[in-house]
């Protein structure tokens, strides 16, 4: 009998290693899903935005939402696109006052994906942050929300997406958090916190939201 729970346990914890290597060696899920159009390098001229008065406009596969902002220096023409089929993720769009590309990058919640572009007035690309950061998350951010899907119960279901990083042991450790929650609890949330390394599971907690 207690060969039959060793081999088991073993199993077990072969499974475990065998899952998480297939995380970091399977980067096809890892792609954000949209690409930048080249008509969209310059706004729409159909459409009027208005000054700080958010509007939107759905256009069948996607819906696209845009108002003109005001930075610290000028005003800019801000403008979020989302696509239906994925509706996680946005296409977030900035734009002169002549209606010519500045900025495009990606988002999840408050995550950063892919890649960031900066343009120049003609429309060509002069500068491209990695968001990805496969070198610090080798984890990528549909692969901690895969992993976390196959941890909740039914009833749960992904809230949130964060990532950050801490030190330990003199270390800089990056991680993913992920939020869950229930409708049986609508101001609870189960946080899980993955290594951005490996995937595993480092830490577990609940919060709290305290109404007004």
């Given at each position: 009998?207690?060969?039959?729970?060793?081999?088991?346990?073993l199993?077990?914890?072969?499974s475990?290693?065998?899952?998480?290597?297939s995380?970091?060696?399977?980067?096809?899920i890892c792609?954000?899903?949209?690409?930048?159009?080249e008509?969209?390098?310059?706004?729409?001229?159909?459409?009027?935005?208005?000054?700080?008065e958010?509007?939107?406009?759905?256009?069948?596969?996607?819906?696209?939402s845009?108002?003109?902002?005001?930075?610290?220096?000028r005003?800019?023409?801000?403008?979020t696109?989302?696509?239906?089929?994925?509706?996680?993720?946005?296409?977030?769009?900035?734009?002169?006052?002549?209606?010519?590309?500045?900025?495009?990058c990606?988002?999840?919640?408050?995550?950063?994906?892919?890649?960031?572009?900066?343009?120049?007035?003609?429309?060509?690309?002069t500068?491209?942050?990695?968001?990805?950061?496969a070198?610090?998350?080798?984890?990528?951010?549909?692969?901690?929300?895969?992993?976390?899907?196959?941890?909740?119960?039914?009833?749960?279901?992904?809230?949130?997406?964060?990532r950050?990083?801490?030190?330990?042991?003199?270390?800089?450790?990056?991680?993913w958090?992920?939020n869950?929650?229930?409708?049986?609890?609508p101001?609870?949330?189960?946080?899980?916190?993955?290594?951005?390394?490996?995937?595993?599971?480092?830490?577990?907690y609940k919060?709290?939201?305290?109404?007004?």
């Amino acid at each position: 009998m207690k060969k039959v729970i060793y081999y088991f346990l073993l199993f077990l914890v072969i499974s475990s290693c065998t899952s998480h290597k297939s995380y970091q060696k399977n980067d096809m899920i890892c792609e954000v899903g949209m690409q930048f159009k080249e008509y969209e390098k310059m706004f729409d001229k159909k459409l009027n935005p208005k000054r700080g008065e958010w509007q939107e406009v759905d256009s069948g596969s996607f819906s696209i939402s845009y108002a003109i902002l005001l930075n610290p220096v000028r005003s800019i023409l801000s403008v979020t696109k989302v696509y239906k089929s994925n509706p996680t993720i946005h296409q977030e769009m900035q734009y002169d006052t002549l209606r010519r590309i500045k900025s495009v990058c990606y988002t999840y919640d408050n995550v950063y994906l892919g890649n960031t572009y900066f343009f120049d007035t003609l429309g060509n690309i002069t500068k491209t942050i990695d968001e990805r950061q496969a070198d610090k998350y080798p984890i990528c951010f549909r692969e901690a929300l895969e992993i976390v899907k196959r941890k909740i119960p039914n009833h749960y279901s992904i809230s949130g997406l964060d990532r950050d990083s801490t030190i330990v042991d003199e270390k800089k450790v990056y991680y993913w958090e992920v939020n869950t929650k229930t409708p049986r609890k609508p101001y609870n949330a189960v946080v899980y916190r993955l290594s951005g390394k490996t995937g595993r599971v480092i830490k577990k907690y609940k919060t709290v939201s305290v109404r007004d």
